[in-house]
């Protein structure tokens, strides 16, 4: 339990040690989807005045859907659109570090403080994307943040559509 939370802490804190460890921690993967899970049930918490119980529900079936989505689209643009010279990944490491990456999400359950939930939510949607960029850096062995960006640029929208939709189906979050 130890592990996870340094872990957790490591991938918030944007450390590339932590997402090495992951990558390389084929056990990991259940882990990544329980933070997956635990950021997506924080984003309910944060917004449940609006979405109530469903909309914690279906964010967390959403949120899940979404990160295999996006592992699996990241992988495929990163290691065949855009690989670079020491690229070598699958889909599970992918898996693994981009589900860390939302990491930082946990905190929108603080959403439900009154005020501070749209501010919020959009902050830890910024750092959740700084620390995707850290996750495909470290998964895919680029050598430069750039392509990592360029790969989190094709592959962001699909989290988008897929986060928009929730909003549709819930609600919108509290601004």
Request: proline fraction near 3%.
């Amino acid at each position: 339990m130890q592990e996870f939370f340094g872990r957790l802490l490591g991938a918030a804190l944007l450390r590339s040690e932590t997402y090495e460890q992951v990558e390389a921690d084929r056990s990991a993967t259940l882990q990544s989807g329980v933070v997956v899970a635990l950021s997506a049930v924080a984003a309910g918490i944060g917004g449940f005045e609006n979405g109530g119980l469903s909309g914690v529900a279906w964010g967390t079936l959403a949120a899940l859907f979404g990160w295999y989505l996006w592992a699996y689209v990241t992988y495929w643009i990163g290691t065949r659109w855009l690989p670079g010279p020491e690229t070598s990944a699958d889909h599970g490491e992918l898996l693994r570090t981009i589900g860390f990456s939302s990491a930082p999400g946990i905190l929108r359950a603080l959403g439900a403080v009154g005020g501070l939930g749209g501010i919020l939510y959009v902050a830890c949607g910024l750092w959740m994307l700084v620390a995707m960029v850290v996750a495909v850096r470290q998964a895919l062995d680029y050598r430069s943040t750039g392509r990592a960006i360029a790969v989190c640029a094709i592959g962001f929208p699909i989290y988008v559509a897929i986060l928009v939709v929730t909003l549709l189906l819930t609600g919108p979050w509290p601004v």
